[in-house]
């Protein structure tokens, strides 16, 4: 049977983009295919011997369960959340959940409720396997400032891969974003999905990535509603409030 490393099971409140605000059970799995300088998550394969699997449904008290998990026990587990408090979605989030396309596409069925991925919107040949099992895709622009490498490409077919679901984009600014790399970003999604909400994500910052001001956030807004109908500005509200 089919396994996978997840980091951990949980019940929270979505703290991003277009469902922000709503119920959601997430699953985390490890590694990325790209090293963006904001990241705040600890992906790294084979550093997670087990997975912290809540107990009930946003208690917070948290279980061991051994790695690797089988498609049924991750199942078992958040169908448990589902049937405790309704949810909206399940998330499937990284790391890059991607790469790990073959076990969302058999636990996909399993669940109760739509299948949300939350994406660098890279890995456009596995979102094209994912079309029929997803129903809601986060997919993030991720900038050369932040990247340090081009993804113009793998984002243009990604666009196309998904813009038949409900699909909508995050771009993570910051003081290092460049005009010339976000007007590029939005004229990519002006060209192949122009209906779809584009939404501007202030970065929380660190160390290597450091937050834009206010003045600058409204500029950028202002640039992305020259091609785009509905751009808004959404920052990671869980962190605001204390959520996972």
């Avoid at 995050?170 to 584009?198: G, I, N, W, Y």
């Avoid at 290597?208 to 409204?218: G, M, N, W, Y």
């Avoid at 640039?223 to 996972?244: C, E, N």
Wanted: charged share 20%; proline share 5%; with cysteine.
């Amino acid at each position: 049977m089919l396994t996978d490393n997840i980091i951990e099971i949980f019940s929270s409140i979505q703290g991003e983009g277009k469902y922000v605000g709503c119920r959601q059970v997430f699953v985390r799995f490890e590694g990325c295919n790209l090293h963006c300088s904001y990241c705040d998550t600890e992906k790294e394969p084979g550093k997670h011997s087990v997975c912290h699997a809540e107990t009930g449904a946003g208690n917070r008290g948290f279980m061991d369960l051994p790695n690797p998990l089988t498609v049924d026990e991750v199942a078992s587990h958040v169908n448990a959340m589902l049937r405790e408090v309704p949810h909206q979605a399940v998330s499937f989030t990284g790391g890059e959940p991607l790469l790990h396309a073959k076990f969302i596409e058999e636990i996909g069925p399993m669940l109760q409720v739509p299948i949300m991925l939350e994406t660098n919107g890279t890995l456009w040949q596995e979102m094209e396997r994912l079309a029929d099992v997803a129903s809601i895709v986060s997919m993030d622009i991720k900038l050369p400032s932040v990247t340090g490498t081009e993804e113009w490409d793998n984002h243009s077919r990604f666009l196309q891969a998904a813009r038949d679901l409900d699909l909508y984009i995050k771009l993570v600014v910051s003081a290092e974003t460049t005009d010339e790399e976000f007007q590029r970003a939005v004229q990519l999604v002006a060209m192949h999905a122009p209906d779809k909400l584009f939404i501007l994500q202030p970065v929380t910052p660190n160390e290597a990535c450091h937050a834009a001001s206010p003045e600058r956030v409204l500029y950028l807004q202002n640039l992305a509603l020259q091609s785009l109908d509905d751009v808004r500005v959404i920052p990671q509200t869980h962190k605001i409030m204390g959520q996972m």
